[in-house]
């Protein structure tokens, strides 16, 4: 048996996914991480169905943007003209990969700020730039929406990958599993304080993503071994304190794995048939009736007034 925390935990993940949590529970405020570094967009903060999205000061004018969200740079854009990062332009933009919650704004961004440098891994290149055959690899029929490809300008290949923008180093680990050119972000502030971005790095794996779970295992095990301080994660917030986000990223796997998924799908299947078997062994000394449709089972009712 599942515990029921899982079921809830499936429950608030889906709500927030299938945008049952409208825009009036905006929270209305950006947060403050650290100096210089804010989450700016969210389900709550920017809009529907958006991931976090994270801004990060680099040098003195600049910006560079973990995730884009689903359709809202603007809000997005207003959110970061109430932190301490006003004034400065977006220069660098980082999918971390292939989702529509993740990169559907990159467009809009992309006109906003002609300049930005985007930048994403080659394994999830194809699907983020709309080759053929590739939907179902953004999940943006989850959004009922149509992905606006955006340019990207760097691929990531290598692994790890260091970036050096304006004096900002970056460490960019490829993190194949919820998608197969997933990345984590690593960023170390002046006083030492690591900070990981890992978007999704909860699932949920699905066969339509290309997820692959014993790929997800030993990239979670990197990112464990990282021993980060704060994790900026893509849905379920931020986590500060090395323990806890240790405990996140071990306990993924058993929230969302593809086969709890399945297991809660096909409950009602499975105990039927468990059902009908028990029954089957009283058939000789009773009268069994099955209904496949509350339809049946009305007009069963209906021909034995006597019943009720
Ligand atoms: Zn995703």
Redesign the pocket.
């Known amino acids: 048996m599942a515990p029921l925390t899982r079921l809830f935990e499936i429950y608030i993940f889906n709500a927030q996914r299938f945008n049952f949590f409208k825009r009036k529970y905006r929270i209305m405020n950006p947060k403050k991480i650290l100096e210089g570094l804010y989450l700016v967009g969210s389900e709550s903060l920017s809009g529907s169905g958006d991931?976090m999205v994270y801004a990060l000061g680099i040098g003195k004018n600049h910006i560079c943007l973990i995730d884009a969200g689903t359709q809202y740079a603007q809000q997005i854009l207003d959110n970061i003209a109430m932190t301490e990062l006003k004034d400065r332009d977006i220069s660098e933009l980082i999918l971390?990969?292939?989702?529509f919650?993740?990169i559907g704004a990159a467009h809009q961004f992309q006109q906003l700020f002609p300049n930005i440098k985007t930048y994403a891994h080659s394994w999830d290149l194809a699907a983020i730039t709309g080759q053929p055959n590739t939907k179902g690899l953004t999940?943006a029929n989850w959004y009922g929406l149509e992905l606006v490809p955006p340019k990207i300008d760097y691929v990531l290949k290598k692994d790890p990958e260091i970036l050096n923008i304006e004096g900002t180093k970056l460490i960019c680990y490829h993190t194949p599993g919820?998608?197969p050119g997933?990345i984590a972000v690593l960023y170390e502030n002046k006083e030492g304080i690591k900070v990981l971005f890992g978007?999704?790095i909860h699932?949920?794996f699905m066969d339509e993503?290309n997820s692959n779970i014993n790929d997800w295992v030993k990239s979670m095990k990197r990112l464990i071994s990282i021993e980060s301080d704060i994790l900026c994660e893509?849905h379920y917030g931020i986590f500060e304190g090395k323990e806890k986000v240790k405990r996140f990223i071990e306990g993924c796997k058993e929230k969302f794995d593809m086969e709890f998924y399945k297991w809660i799908w096909n409950f009602p299947k499975r105990s039927r048939h468990k059902i009908i078997s028990a029954l089957s062994k009283l058939h000789d000394h009773k009268k069994i009736y099955v209904f496949k449709h509350p339809k049946e089972l009305k007009k069963w009712i209906e021909d034995f007034p006597s019943l009720i």
């Open positions: 991931c971390t990969h292939c989702h919650d993740h999940a919820h998608t997933s978007q999704d699932g949920p993503f893509g």
